[in-house]
């Protein structure tokens, strides 16, 4: 089974990407608020995201990002200003990966290797290039050119078109379980890089692997 | 502008309805763990529909509640028996409505009265015939027969086609934002019943009115 894998696409935030810096950064600012404001702010962007799929009512990543952290400050009763906001969302831009992904895609070689991705292309250039994965990745996909983002089947659809793979040849890796669950009802052969220690979601559909992190990726699709 | 509304859609489940007799059972069954787990269950719960929704994985309100539950009491360490699942899906089948609600709806009869809901049918028939709500309501409109939840579009565009009332003419009332936003970006006139004081969500829309309880509501669409 593990030979049939051509592709390995991953998600960004969580999965490539720590967002810790983000995270310390809010405590910076508002000293003892960081976790309260980064959890709040990824919730509703998150929210955000789905809500406005479902209203047809797209805005970039980029937006939606810029609104979770207007709401996430408004209701802890933090000033947000612009010096502070342009600061999280350069944050963004300059997010280091996890300690053990420059390692396992090196072990991944030979296969295509892609990020797919809610964020925005203005979102990812940046952040693959100041990590240096522009020159391992074949392929950075955004949700953005579909308007819609994830689980919708549409952008999972969107890696296999780019990449020219077939769906049952792509493996897609995600920290966030219900984005490896979309991609399992879409069809991939689904690892969950579960970092948190998480029950899985409870959505009908169960990932082929877990892991917690990257660097149990390599033995699990063979390339060890 | 008042006189213009010919019919008033509701929300049920936080705004007709008080789910904290569901809270209060939670901390009964598993004492001290009430609010962490019903906050934990609501907020899966939502998701999933949203989730569900995008990944066009349609199950009904019910299923979706169920697995909400499981995962939450899985995330807090807290063992969920057939018995205690049966108890609190039971409990959401007899909630009480909001103490201002039937006053509320009586000073406003003369116009279509309704409810647009996500629950299914099988849910909401006992829960408005225990409230004795079903003789003031003329339609209890659940999107099961569309299999999509909200803010789809076509959920609201659901009632404007059950109740025979144009778009511009329906007044919708929803404690929950995300709901009222929706709404609004249809094109109802939308009244939010911001019953926990919480910032107005970050959706590109706002609400036509706000209000802490539905006692307010007779007033503001002139029906004092």
Chains 1, 2 share one sequence.
């Not at 051509?6 to 998600?11: Q, R, T």
């Not at 990824?42 to 799929?53: F, G, M, P, V």
């Not at 659809?157 to 995600?174: D, N, R």
Request: proline letters at 4%; charged letters at 20%; aromatic letters at 8%.
């Amino acid at each position: 089974m593990s030979t049939q894998i051509k592709a390995l696409v991953f998600d960004a935030y969580g999965t490539l990407f720590d967002v810790h810096s983000v995270i310390r950064l809010c405590d910076e600012i508002w000293p003892g608020k960081g976790t309260a404001l980064s959890q709040l702010w990824r919730a509703k962007q998150l929210e955000y995201t789905w809500q406005r799929s479902l209203m047809q009512r797209y805005e970039d990543f980029s937006h939606v990002t810029r609104a979770g952290l207007r709401y996430a400050c408004n209701a802890l009763g933090l000033r947000l200003g612009e010096a502070e906001q342009a600061r999280l969302m350069e944050a963004y831009l300059h997010l280091a990966t996890y300690p053990e992904v420059q390692e396992a895609l090196a072990r991944l070689a030979g296969r295509k290797l892609a990020i797919l991705s809610n964020g925005s292309p203005a979102m990812l250039e940046p952040v693959v290039a100041n990590a240096g994965l522009a020159q391992t990745l074949d392929a950075v996909i955004s949700v953005d050119a579909l308007r819609i983002y994830k689980p919708d089947p549409r952008v999972y659809a969107l890696a296999v078109e780019k990449l020219g793979v077939p769906t049952g040849a792509i493996g897609f890796v995600s920290s966030n379980c219900w984005d490896a669950l979309g991609a399992k009802a879409f069809g991939f052969r689904v690892f969950w890089c579960n970092r948190a220690g998480a029950p899985v979601d409870e959505l009908g559909v169960l990932p082929d692997s877990e892991m917690r992190s990257l660097a149990e990726l390599p033995a699990l699709i063979g390339a060890a």
